[in-house]
């Protein structure tokens, strides 16, 4: 068998934009996998993210319960997240898939974590530990599935950034690589998943960090703000979906900052904190611009965040492109 590393996208390759080509290269795909396979077992990391969720369900095509996914819950996904991974994996595509809620164990580690990086390293640190957990367990893997897909390849030649998938699990852990998307450019990967049936929130889902809402959540990450970020943006994602920017907005998200301000509400004084929302533009994610939104669709959806969320009394709208501000506040 060649080195998987050997394996490049040739010059002529035509650009998968249609539902015969995605299909032609699916039963392709499903080919090489039961011929590299055979009878043996393949793990596969699912976050719910474009990459592993069309990787999922290839594998699933070509070997079926042969594939074992772990999805690990860190605390930190969307609202509904999980859930869906369950309905459509689980439910839907039988596959054989492992559920690991570790949000106590993420939470309490970033307890009191006020730098960013130091954030960020520990909930990356945290996902290899729990994964391999996982996989200890399991008997009689030999193979490793990972959502790799041509820019990562193309960045990790150019030395922009280390090939990101396999990094970090115990060298313990040699698994042989399983990267059926390896040569496809992202929206590529789209068409493929929406040949493969897969929901079209899942196929064209906004851009969403691995280290999720914690990076929304600045400074340390307590339960309650981290829940006030999910359901505002919830909210958020809600009415974009309603009001048709869904598909059109390149990323939009709420940001709940660790500072609180004074409101009344009931005739009450109130104490608490604003909530930012942010929807931005771009090609490249290295220059963006603000969606302007209309004043109607602003008013309700302070209107909603204010009544509906609770520990938020004000809410902000970020109109700063990048640069100067980066999308995520951390
Ligand atoms: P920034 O904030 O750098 O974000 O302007 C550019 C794009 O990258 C995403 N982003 C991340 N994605 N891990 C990720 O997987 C991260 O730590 C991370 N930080 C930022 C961000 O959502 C935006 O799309």
Redesign the pocket.
């Known amino acids: 068998m060649a080195d998987i590393t050997d394996i490049r996208r040739p010059d002529d390759m035509e650009r998968i934009t249609t539902p015969e080509l995605a299909k032609a290269f699916i039963d392709e795909q499903v080919a090489l996998i039961k011929e590299q396979v055979g009878d043996k077992k393949v793990l596969l990391a699912l976050s719910g993210g474009v990459d592993s969720s069309v990787v999922a369900a290839i594998l699933i095509k070509a070997i079926g319960q042969q594939l074992v996914c772990v999805h690990v819950n860190h605390g930190l996904l969307r609202k509904g997240e999980p859930e869906q991974v369950i309905k459509v994996f689980r439910d839907e595509l039988n596959a054989n898939l492992i559920y690991v809620d570790a949000t106590d164990r993420f939470l309490d580690k970033l307890a009191g974590v006020t730098d960013p990086e130091q954030k960020?390293k520990i909930i990356g640190g945290e996902f290899i530990e729990v994964f391999a957990e996982e996989a200890r367990k399991l008997d009689g893997i030999e193979f490793l599935a990972q959502g790799t897909i041509w820019p990562d390849i193309l960045e990790s030649d150019a030395g922009i950034k280390a090939h990101h998938n396999a990094g970090g699990l115990p060298e313990d852990m040699n698994f042989e690589l399983v990267e059926p998307v390896r040569i496809l450019f992202k929206d590529e990967v789209r068409v493929v998943g929406k040949e493969l049936g897969l929901p079209d929130n899942m196929v064209y889902r906004q851009?969403?960090?691995?280290?999720g809402l914690g990076?929304r959540c600045p400074g340390a990450i307590t339960r309650d703000r981290l829940e006030a970020v999910r359901e505002s943006d919830a909210i958020l994602r809600e009415e974009f979906e309603k009001n048709g920017l869904a598909g059109k907005v390149w990323?939009y998200f709420t940001v709940v900052p660790d500072f609180k301000s004074t409101g009344v509400k009931d005739g009450k004084r109130t104490f608490d904190w604003p909530c930012i929302i942010r929807a931005i533009n771009t090609t490249d994610?290295m220059e963006?611009t603000v969606e302007h939104l209309s004043d109607e669709l602003i008013d309700h959806l302070v209107n909603r965040i204010i009544s509906e969320v609770p520990g938020i009394n004000r809410v902000l709208f970020d109109y700063t492109p990048?640069p100067p501000a980066?999308?995520?506040y951390e």
């Open positions: 960020r851009p969403f960090p691995g280290p990076v990323q994610v963006v990048k980066t999308v995520e």
